[in-house]
Nanobody, 116 residues
């Protein structure tokens, strides 16, 4: 079975850090590109602007580059999102996403709550 198992969410104070993990199974990890999305209460799902390409390269947009880092461990079929200096507006359910051309998979989400 195809699975993307996300974990690592929780309650953290403003300025704190969390590392989210996403374990992939049921498909060839290296073939896919990965990204993180989030959905805040009452809002639409949005990209976190960090991706791990199928060639292993990683990128985070300027808007989060100084706070978020995406990485992967191919041996563990796992993609990580290190989140630092968290803000209350980062509160959301975070989802990992795997894509290869027109095939994509979503994880079940992990809740991140940042208290002020």
């Amino acid at each position: 079975d195809v699975q993307l198992q996300a974990s690592g969410g929780g309650l953290v104070q403003t300025g704190g850090s969390l590392r989210l993990s996403c374990v992939a199974s049921g498909f060839t990890f290296d073939d896919y590109a990965y990204g993180w999305f989030r959905q805040a209460p009452g809002k639409e799902r949005e990209g976190v602007s960090c991706i791990r390409s199928s060639d292993g390269s990683t990128y985070c947009a300027d808007s989060v580059e100084d706070r978020f880092i995406i990485s992967s461990d191919n041996a563990k079929n796992t993609v990580y999102l290190q989140m630092n200096a968290l803000k209350p507006e980062d509160t959301a359910v975070y989802y990992c996403h795997a894509v290869l051309v027109r095939v994509d998979y979503w994880g079940q989400g992990t809740l991140v709550t940042v208290s002020s």
